[in-house]
C-alpha cells in the first residue's frame, strides 16, 4: 500500500532540496481553492528546516509528499501551525492528518506552554484540529502580533479582514490551550522561563 511507503517526520537539513518545490505546490493550491495565503518565500522554508520547526513526508525513495512548520508569535504566547500542504498526487491518502499530528507533536515538545492556533477556511482541517483539542475562537483570542497579521496580506480576503478591523474573516480561528489539557503551572513557569532567556 503507498501510504506505508511515506515516512512523516521532522525535516533535516537534507530536506532543503524540496523548499521551492514546497512553496510552488503552496502558490499553486492558494490559486486552485481561491482563497488561502498564496507562496511563502523558499527562504522561509529553508529557514524553518535549519531551525528544527519543520515537518516533512517523504516517500521511502524521497519524492516529496507533504510539508507543514511552526511560527512563534507574542514573545512565544503563541505558536502557529503554518504552511500544511499536501502534493496533490498524495492527497486523500491521510497524509494531511499524519502531518498535522506530527507538527502538533513538535509544536507541544518545542514550546510546551504555548497556546497553539490555527487558522483555517478548510472544513478538513477544522476536523483535524478538532481531534486535536483545538476550539473554535474569535480572533480576539490569538495572537495580536502585527507581523502575524501581515502575513494575510497574500490572502485574496485580506480586504475583508481589514475591514472588519482584523476581529472576523472567512477563516475560522481554533485555539488549542494547554492549560485545559492539564500541563501543570510548574512546567509553563519552567517553559517561559526557557523561552525568554
Not at 495565503?37 to 517523504?58: E, F, H, L, M
Not at 483570542?141 to 485574496?156: H, L, M, S
Amino acid at each position: 500500500m503507498e501510504q506505508d511507503r511515506i515516512i512523516v517526520r521532522k525535516a533535516t537539513l537534507s530536506d532543503i532540496q524540496y523548499a521551492a518545490t514546497i512553496t510552488d505546490e503552496m502558490e499553486a493550491s492558494a490559486k486552485a481553492r481561491g482563497t488561502g495565503i498564496g507562496k511563502r518565500p523558499v527562504s522561509t522554508i529553508i529557514d524553518k528546516i535549519r531551525q528544527g520547526k519543520a515537518v516533512i513526508a517523504v516517500t521511502a525513495d524521497k519524492v516529496w509528499v507533504g510539508f507543514s512548520y511552526i511560527e512563534i508569535w507574542g514573545h512565544g504566547e503563541y505558536v502557529s501551525n503554518s504552511g500544511l500542504i499536501v502534493n496533490p498526487s498524495f492527497r486523500n491518502m491521510g497524509v494531511a492528518s499524519r502531518i498535522k499530528k506530527r507538527i502538533f507533536r513538535l509544536s507541544r515538545e518545542l514550546y510546551p506552554a504555548a497556546k497553539v492556533f490555527s487558522i483555517t477556511s478548510g472544513l478538513a482541517i477544522m476536523k483535524m484540529n478538532t481531534k486535536l483539542g483545538f476550539e473554535p475562537v474569535t480572533f480576539s483570542e490569538i495572537t495580536k502580533d502585527e507581523q502575524f497579521w501581515a502575513g494575510c496580506k497574500g490572502c485574496v480576503n485580506y480586504d475583508i479582514l481589514q475591514k472588519k478591523e482584523f476581529k472576523h474573516c472567512i477563516c475560522t480561528a481554533m485555539l488549542y490551550t494547554p492549560q485545559e489539557h492539564g500541563i501543570s503551572q510548574a512546567v509553563k513557569s519552567t517553559a517561559a522561563q526557557l523561552l525568554l532567556s
